[in-house]
């Protein structure tokens, strides 16, 4: 059973909006990654987080390990972040994946 | 570096037809996976070897059989392809434990006729 759940499922935003992307998931996790995938269908990490917060550019990512939540920031929004952002947990020697965040950054 | 390669980019077979997916990877990584992606889905996993010699089964096994035939390479073979598995599917890497990021091939996008 999958069990990440993640919302919105489609976002649209004005260059320059400040982005968040929500993941949850019920059960215990090793960690918890975020992936970029481009309109041309590859697939990169951004993140993998265990606790905390961690930041890489415009980008942050958060976890609360109690809540069972991480969230995705984007600040100031760029036409070029627009992607599907897709979270996973990682639980044992599998990944369980996020039907995904489709974003959509205007100019 | 290569990092993940997958081949064929693109295959279109016909019902009843059998093919090969090749994975290869250059960063010494222990495990690997295979991965279908939907619409509307999400990733699923359908094989994934934690190391050389190892193959597991994931999520969605059903119709694949997968070698892992050195510490680089891993495959995933269609016996008899059903339109059901038209899909684009996934390889990926990692080194082995508890951390440690996945590293994704571009995919192969395959139709079953």
């Known amino acids: 059973k999958n069990e990440v759940e993640q919302s919105p499922q489609n976002l649209t935003a004005q260059e320059g909006e400040f982005i968040t992307i929500n993941c949850s998931y019920s059960v215990g996790i090793s960690a918890l990654h975020w992936l970029q995938q481009h309109p041309g269908g590859g697939i990169v990490s951004l993140f993998m987080?265990?606790?905390g917060k961690k930041k890489h550019g415009r980008l942050i990512a958060t976890i609360n390990i109690q809540e069972k939540h991480s969230s995705l920031h984007i600040t100031a929004s760029h036409p070029r972040d627009s992607a599907v952002y897709i979270c996973?947990?990682?639980?044992?020697?599998?990944?369980?994946f996020g039907t995904g965040t489709s974003l959509t950054v205007i100019p | 570096n290569a990092g993940v390669t997958q081949t064929p980019k693109f295959q279109v077979l016909k019902t009843g037809q059998s093919m090969t997916l090749q994975c290869a990877q250059d960063?010494?990584?222990?495990?690997m996976y295979w991965y279908r992606q939907d619409p509307g889905m999400g990733l699923r996993l359908i094989y994934y070897s934690a190391s050389e010699g190892t193959t597991d089964k994931g999520e969605v096994p059903n119709g694949y059989n997968v070698s892992r035939l050195n510490k680089r390479e891993f495959s995933l073979r269609l016996e008899s392809a059903a339109p059901s598995q038209t899909s684009v599917y996934f390889c990926a890497s990692k080194i082995s434990g508890m951390g440690g990021e996945q590293f994704f091939g571009p995919g192969t996008r395959l139709t079953v006729l």
């Open positions: 987080l265990s606790s």
């Open positions: 960063m010494n990584h222990n495990s």
């Open positions: 996973a947990r990682h639980t044992g020697n599998q990944f369980y």
